[in-house]
């Protein structure tokens, strides 16, 4: 059964009950709705417009992140929107050819800091707009574009529509995406629910446990006690109160703290000092992070660069002074001696490897924290006969692989011509990532957001398998269990906050209807 409207084209869109559901209640409130990746989150957007269009004319307004979602969602809505004139722009079009594609289509797809711009210079306005839709809302805080997309839209009648797989879990961050899209109420689907279970195809989760191998733990040891002596220097200058409890997360704020003095306290050798220690502290934990959950390879890379550094006129003085430690040295020797690389590594060549042999037809996407161990396990994984490797990265850098690249690599994968990609997060959000039938991830990470996209690239047309590898005693074991932790309160948290919005909602016309009664008592 297909979906019937007059502005879709007919027997392109398939009927499903939930994307019905939200499609109705978004064509008259504006809402974010949250469903997991796969599940048709641009169909409901494609069905929102489609109908609020049909109902009030006027204009649809998508904001997407980037260029390839961009042109994604354009191609999507001009495929089945055939009587409507559909058109994109972005940062890269011209401002008068932006202007031009404004005010000849009907929908236009645009990046936000490009329509953002346009706005604040007057270029067009969005009086004419009916519904603004915000794909990957959860961006929508502090000063992200659509936020000041949205402060242009403040006060018109028209509606605003939020759409992503996760907002998070974090209460406060949210509400302020709801207040700063103006969203009044949240919907949210999961596998559970009775109208999505019959769309969901199974999951298997596994967690792949591996062990640091002794020549690698003699390294990590090497570096905490390097990193020991530079906490002990904080405690010394009171900055923290006991190195046990020294995270990445407490040293940021260190730093934020004497950042902050150094404004006021200038020639203060105790900042000074202190802004160095902390510097120093943060690249350790930096490097240990890398020996615990990602390897030699990557680590030896980081050193690299911290050499690179050292050798340029701008060295930073926490670079020159970590490198004239002795116990650097010691570490370099160590690392040039050993021949011990992360477990990781071939466990991954194992289960891609075994994964290919079964179904040869399989495509596997491996997922990479770090551009320099996607580099690593893409190498790796080459040496596998039946693997045919693709690299998906990010644009920073000279290395960097820009969004034509990036859309070339996907359509590659999406046809075959690639069945093993690796990627770092940027294949982790919205792209048109081919279905895979196994994600591999090269480890946890703690957010729910990304781990919610990351398993999202599996199970979305057949049965899937997410495999998450974790290194005993290390932080694969503390960032799993926060993601998961995150991931359980995030939908009682969502229901709770959209029971708030609804009441607020109703306060505030309460309010207003009293108001226009009292003028004409």
């Known amino acids: 059964m297909h979906v019937t409207h007059p502005l879709i084209r007919n027997g392109a869109v398939e009927e499903r009950e939930y994307q019905t559901a939200l499609a109705r209640i978004c064509a ?3 809402a974010l709705v949250v469903i997991p990746t796969g599940m048709g989150k641009t169909i409901v957007a494609l069905r929102t417009i489609a109908e609020v269009l049909h109902e009030k004319g006027g204009r649809a307004l998508v904001l997407a992140p980037t260029k390839p979602l961009v042109e994604q969602h354009r191609d999507v809505l001009q495929d089945l929107l055939p009587n409507v004139k559909v058109g994109s722009m972005t940062g890269e079009t011209a401002p008068d050819k932006r202007a031009a594609a404004w005010e000849s289509n009907q929908v236009v797809i645009c990046t936000p800091q490009a329509t953002a711009n346009d706005l604040d210079r007057g270029r067009y306005g969005l009086d004419d707009v009916s519904i603004i839709v915000y794909d ?5 805080v502090g000063n992200y574009a659509y936020v000041r997309v949205a402060e242009h839209w403040a006060g018109k009648t028209g509606l605003s529509m939020g759409i992503t797989a996760s907002p998070g879990s974090d209460a406060k961050r949210i509400m302020e995406v709801c207040e700063n899209l103006r ?3 949240i919907e949210v689907r999961t596998e559970e629910d009775p109208d999505v279970a019959p769309y969901i195809h199974s999951i298997d989760m596994k967690t792949v446990t591996v062990h640091i191998p002794e020549e690698l733990g003699t390294i990590i040891d090497e570096l905490r006690g390097m990193l020991d002596k530079y906490l002990d220097e904080l405690v010394g ?4 109160e006991d190195r046990r409890n020294a ?3 407490r040293l940021l704020a260190v730093g934020r703290m004497l950042q902050a003095r150094a404004a006021h306290e200038k020639g203060s050798y105790t900042v000074f000092r202190g802004l160095t220690v902390q ?3 943060m690249k350790l934990l930096h490097a240990i992070g890398l020996a615990e959950t990602q390897g030699t390879t990557p680590l030896t890379r980081f050193l690299d660069r911290l050499e690179d550094e050292k050798a340029s006129d701008d060295a930073s003085r926490a670079t020159r002074e970590l490198l004239a430690n002795p116990g650097y040295d010691r570490l370099r020797e160590r690392l040039a001696k050993t021949n011990a690389e992360h477990p990781k590594v071939s466990r991954v060549m194992t289960l891609v490897s075994r994964q290919l042999d079964d179904s040869p037809e399989s495509r596997v996407l491996v997922f990479t924290h770090y551009r320099d161990t996607c580099e690593m396990v893409a190498d790796k994984l080459s040496r596998i006969q039946s693997a045919k490797v693709g690299r998906l990265i990010g644009q920073a850098g000279t290395d ?3 969004q034509k690249g990036q859309a070339e690599v996907l359509r590659r994968f999406r046809d075959g011509d690639v069945n093993v990609l690796v990627a770092t997060s940027v294949g982790e959000e919205g792209l048109d990532v081919a279905n895979t039938d196994m994600v591999l991830f090269y480890e946890p990470v703690p957010s729910e957001i990304r781990s919610i996209q990351r398993r999202g690239r599996t199970g979305r047309f057949k049965d899937g398998v ?3 590898l974790v290194a005993v005693g290390t932080r694969d074991e503390a960032f799993q269990n926060s993601s998961l932790s995150k991931e359980r309160r995030m939908k009682k948290r969502l229901e709770e906050l959209d029971r708030e919005l609804r009441a607020r909602r109703q306060m505030e016309e309460s309010i207003r209807s009293q108001s226009s009664l009292s003028r004409f008592a």
């Open 400 to 402: 960097g692989l820009k």
């Open 279 to 281: 510097a120093i502290a």
């Open 28 to 30: 008259k409130e504006s």
């Open 247 to 249: 995270s990445a997360k």
């Open 136 to 140: 990957e809302a959860h961006r929508g």
């Open 237 to 240: 200058l009171r900055m923290i």
């Open 466 to 468: 997410v495999q998450v």
């Open 183 to 185: 969203l009044f109420r």
